[in-house]
């Protein structure tokens, strides 16, 4: 088998180099890029229509914590 990188100089060796290690840095930064939109996307659908009910759950804990200071209150006074 014949290496078609054996008759090219070490600066073209270099250069050939580089240049994959760019293609490869850029493709791969492409790829993660597309993977963390896709996430972002996913988690603010996930979490389009939960603030409702988050402000209902603050809500009730408020609740609940005023029934125990209204308990607490009652027995010693």
């Known amino acids: ?13 270099l250069i ?11 493709a791969s930064s492409a790829l993660v890029y597309n993977a963390v939109n896709n996430s972002q996307n996913i988690i ?14 603050e809500q009730l804990s408020e609740l ?5 200071e209204y308990t607490f209150n009652w027995v010693y006074v």
Do not use: C, H, Q
């Open 16 to 26: 050939i180099g580089f240049a994959v290690l760019v293609f490869t840095f850029l």
């Open 1 to 13: 088998m014949i290496n078609p990188f054996r008759n090219l100089k070490l600066k073209a060796k």
């Open 64 to 68: 609940i914590n005023r029934s125990k």
């Open 44 to 57: 603010s659908n996930l979490y389009a229509g939960k603030g409702e009910d988050v402000v209902k759950l």
